[in-house]
């Protein structure tokens, strides 16, 4: 079982700056993919930003230039720097881990951590 663990949430003004971590229970070098999904009140979960276990990257269109992922492979963790923060990202953020083989593929969530951003 893969445990991962968010942090780094919380309440900031628009226009402000937040950083996400998120550790993961082991290597994830072992994933395909790290990325972060947030979710609005009934509002389906979305993906954020991508990061592969090759550093290619993949943000959504509404987080391009103000959103930054990246990921630390000695310290087991991925990141997502937030910034000039707008109300319509407040959201819960989860990360999610993809482990990918020949014979199957599947995915690891954290609980996720909430994010306000108040105008």
């Known amino acids: 079982q893969v445990l991962l663990v968010e942090s780094g949430g919380g309440l900031v003004q628009a226009g402000g700056s937040l950083r996400l971590s998120c550790t993961a229970s082991r290597t994830i070098l072992s994933f395909h993919e790290m990325g972060w999904y947030r979710q609005a009140p009934g509002k389906q979960r979305e993906s954020v930003a991508r990061?592969?276990?090759?550093?290619?990257?993949d943000y959504a269109d509404s987080v391009k230039g103000r959103f930054t992922i990246s990921r630390d492979n000695v310290k087991d963790m991925v990141y997502l720097q937030m910034n000039n923060l707008k109300p319509e990202d407040t959201a819960v953020y989860y990360c999610r881990a993809l482990f990918r083989s020949m014979w199957t593929q599947r995915d690891y969530w954290g609980q996720g951590t909430q994010v306000t951003v108040s105008s």
């Open positions: 990061i592969s276990s090759g550093n290619s990257t």
